[in-house]
Structure formats: C-alpha cells, structure tokens
C-alpha cells in the first residue's frame, strides 16, 4: 500500500468511527457569520478565515506553514458540517473538511511551488463542564510532502460561567505524527473564552514548543 | 521561558476561577431577588444591533414589546450566543436578545406592535446552527424551562 493510500484509508476509517460516536468543532459559523482563526502548534501553523453561507458548510482561505518542514501551504478550504447532535445539556458534530491549492518549500527547502490537497474530520462532544474531541488530515503536495497527523483532546472547566462570562478550560492534547522524529505529542493548555473571541496557550512537554491558537467569529 | 509560560498561565486560570467565584455568587443573588422577571446577569449578556446596557431587554418589553422565550437544543457555549444574538438582531421585528447558557433559552423582546411566527423563530434559530425546543409566550414566558421529555 503507497503512502497516500495509506493516508486515505487511515482518515477513511476516521471518518467512520467518528460518524459512529458523535462529536464537536467550529469550523462552521452561523448563516452570514465569518470566523478567523489561528493555530500554532508543536510543528506548524495554520490560519483560516471562512465565511458560512448555511450553517452546515463554510468556504475560506487557508493558509498552512509546517515549521518543521519548511513547507507553505495556501488554497481555499471547505468544510462540511456533516452531523450535529443536540441535546438538553450537549452539543456533538463531526466536520469534513477539504483544501486544494499550492505548497512551496520555505526557509530551507529549497522545493519549488506544487499543486497540494488536505483533506480531514474534526469531531467534538462538549458540555459547559467536559470536551472531547479529535481532528486528523492528511496532506498531499506530490514529492514535496506527504503527510498525516491526529489530535484528541480532553477538557475541563473548573467553573460553569454563563453568557458574556470569561469560560475557563484546562485541556490536554494528544498529537499523533507518525513522520516528527517524537511522533507522539503531549501538550497541556489552557483556553479562555469570552463572547465572540477564544484563546489558547498551552505547552508542549514532548518537545518544549508553545501552542497558541485563536478564533474570532464576528 | 517555559517556567515563565506556565507561571502565566497558571496565574490566568486561578484569577479566572476566582473572578467568576465571587461573580457566580453576585448572579445567585440576582436570581433569587427577582427571579420571575428573568435573571439580572451583567451587561455582557445583552447584545441586541449595537452593545447594549443589561436593562436593553427589560427596557423593550417596558416599552411595549413581546417578550418571546426560546427554550434551545445545543447551547453550551459563547459563539452559541453570538450566533443567535447575531442572527436575530438581523430582524427588523426584533428589539433586543438575549442568551442565556444557565437556562438554556434565547429570550427576545420584539418592538412595539411587532411580532415574529414561530415558524419564523425555528426558522432563524436553525440558520444561527441550533435547535428549538419550546417557544413560550405571554405568562408561559415567565415560567421555568420545563425538564425535557427523554422519551420523545
């Protein structure tokens, strides 16, 4: 089985499970509602600004820099609410998501500019009290790189604050990328969450790197 | 600089957790003194076209408006509450909103001699990305959220 097979029937069974268990994530606003969004972890950087025409799919600008590998990543990104549950004190959704666009070496990698896809699944289950969730993609830009990495996540928060109240969270994330030289990956982090804005700061223990991520849905 | 980076989160989180300690006991006051007028939570929680004043959604229904109570599927968290609040404050109908994720409703005062169908409100709650669960009106509005029927 090639690389990329590999990458497909991994997400493929992701896929599978997650529609299987339930979920959560906010990649896809309200109708008319455009969000921004930046995330830095042990190895890359992403930022996304979308804007939802249905509260069901998003379409936006992607831009993706693995730091580790010195590859840019850029290319409009869709993303599809493929299930929501509600329920009296929870909310669960699983999202697929798809980029095509171009990738170029940076820095040091001297590899010159390829068309690109990624491809993923986002998933989560959250209370006011307790979150849960897991994203993975797979990224493909020909001999440039071929990836994949997986994420779950586990929180709490040691309040339940009401509307407009700053919400606190204390998590843990568990990465999985099999191609790092340390593929697995324990950052703790901290969210602070308030109206419209989201924010993150952890730290990775496996690799002494920061985590800091941001959303703003306006 | 990792010491420095944990320190500072540390710091953010007890602040936080101390903050909303003493806030959590200012709002239990509220609710018990005047509870059958809805709880008097800070300004924060009304957003209505433009940042409003917390006395918005009292004020409104002062001024002749309908009070609608929305009981919601799905609320648990902040851009809940964006997501609504914006999405009805796009109605020409509506006065003031407001979330709130304790109750899980989204309360609505409509301007003077206006209203808005349910219909219209499933409608709108559904594009914001929710569920509605009851729409309560007149003295119903006032009442608690009745426990949801597992059974249905």
Same mark, same amino acid.
């Given at each position: 089985?090639?690389?990329?097979?590999?990458?497909?029937?991994?997400?493929?069974?992701?896929?599978?499970?997650?529609?299987?268990?339930?979920?959560?994530?906010?990649?896809?606003?309200?109708?008319?509602?455009?969000?921004?969004?930046?995330?830095?972890?042990?190895?890359?950087?992403?930022?996304?600004?979308?804007? $939802?025409?249905?509260?069901?799919? $998003?379409?936006?600008?992607?831009?993706?820099?693995?730091?580790?590998?010195?590859?840019?990543?850029?290319?409009?990104? #869709? @993303?599809?609410?493929?299930?929501?549950?509600?329920?009296?004190?929870?909310?669960?959704?699983?999202?697929?998501?798809?980029?095509?666009?171009? #990738?170029?070496?940076?820095?040091?990698?001297?590899?010159?500019?390829?068309?690109?896809?990624?491809?993923?699944?986002?998933?989560?289950?959250?209370?006011?009290?307790?979150?849960?969730?897991?994203?993975?993609?797979?990224?493909?830009?020909?001999?440039?790189? #071929?990836?994949?990495?997986?994420?779950?996540?586990?929180?709490?928060?040691?309040?339940?604050?009401?509307?407009?109240?700053?919400?606190?969270?204390?998590?843990?994330?568990?990465?999985?990328?099999?191609?790092?030289?340390?593929?697995?990956?324990? @950052?703790?982090?901290?969210?602070?969450?308030?109206?419209?804005?989201?924010?993150?700061?952890?730290? $990775?223990?496996?690799?002494?790197?920061?985590?800091?991520?941001?959303?703003?849905?306006? | 600089?990792?010491?420095?980076?944990?320190?500072?989160?540390?710091?953010? !989180?007890?602040?936080?957790?101390?903050?909303?300690?003493?806030? *959590?006991?200012?709002?239990?006051? *509220?609710?018990?003194? %005047?509870?059958?007028?809805?709880?008097?939570?800070?300004?924060?929680?009304?957003?209505?076209?433009? /940042?409003? /004043?917390?006395?918005? +959604? &009292?004020?409104?229904?002062?001024?002749?408006?309908?009070?609608? !109570?929305?009981? !919601?599927?799905? !609320?648990?968290? %902040?851009?809940?509450?964006?997501?609504?609040?914006?999405?009805?404050?796009?109605?020409?109908?509506?006065?003031?909103?407001?979330?709130? +994720? %304790?109750?899980?409703? +989204?309360?609505?005062?409509?301007? /003077?001699?206006?209203? +808005?169908?349910?219909? &219209?409100? &499933?409608?709108?709650?559904?594009?914001?990305?929710?569920?509605?669960?009851?729409?309560?009106?007149? %003295?119903?509005?006032? &009442?608690?959220?009745?426990?949801?029927?597992?059974?249905?």
């Amino acid at each position: 089985m090639t690389r990329n097979s590999r990458v497909a029937v991994t997400t493929a069974c992701a896929v599978v499970v997650l529609v299987g268990t339930g979920a959560v994530a906010r990649p896809v606003s309200y109708a008319g509602g455009w969000t921004a969004i930046e995330q830095t972890d042990r190895q890359a950087t992403m930022a996304l600004v979308h804007y $939802s025409p249905t509260p069901t799919y $998003s379409i936006g600008l992607r831009i993706d820099w693995d730091r580790r590998d010195d590859i840019l990543f850029v290319g409009p990104q #869709a @993303t599809w609410l493929a299930k929501r549950w509600f329920g009296e004190d929870y909310q669960a959704n699983v999202y697929l998501f798809g980029a095509a666009g171009a #990738a170029k070496g940076v820095g040091d990698n001297d590899g010159e500019a390829r068309a690109a896809v990624l491809g993923g699944v986002m998933a989560d289950w959250e209370t006011r009290r307790l979150f849960v969730s897991y994203r993975a993609h797979g990224f493909e830009a020909g001999d440039l790189d #071929a990836t994949f990495m997986q994420a779950a996540r586990v929180g709490f928060a040691p309040y339940v604050a009401n509307t407009g109240a700053l919400h606190t969270w204390l998590m843990i994330e568990i990465d999985h990328r099999p191609d790092n030289p340390e593929p697995i990956g324990v @950052t703790p982090l901290v969210r602070f969450f308030k109206g419209p804005a989201l924010f993150e700061a952890g730290w $990775s223990v496996t690799d002494d790197r920061p985590l800091v991520n941001f959303t703003y849905r306006f | 600089m990792k010491k420095i980076f944990l320190a500072a989160a540390f710091s953010l !989180v007890a602040s936080a957790t101390l903050a909303q300690h003493n806030h *959590g006991a200012d709002n239990d006051d *509220g609710a018990m003194m %005047d509870h059958a007028q809805g709880h008097n939570h800070e300004a924060t929680d009304v957003v209505a076209l433009e /940042p409003a /004043p917390a006395s918005a +959604l &009292e004020a409104a229904e002062a001024a002749g408006g309908e009070l609608i !109570v929305v009981d !919601v599927l799905g !609320v648990v968290c %902040d851009f809940c509450a964006v997501a609504m609040n914006k999405t009805f404050a796009k109605r020409s109908e509506v006065a003031a909103t407001r979330v709130d +994720l %304790d109750d899980k409703t +989204l309360k609505i005062v409509t301007r /003077p001699g206006q209203t +808005l169908a349910d219909a &219209e409100i &499933e409608k709108l709650v559904k594009s914001a990305g929710y569920r509605t669960r009851a729409i309560r009106r007149g %003295d119903a509005a006032n &009442e608690a959220r009745a426990p949801i029927d597992e059974t249905r």
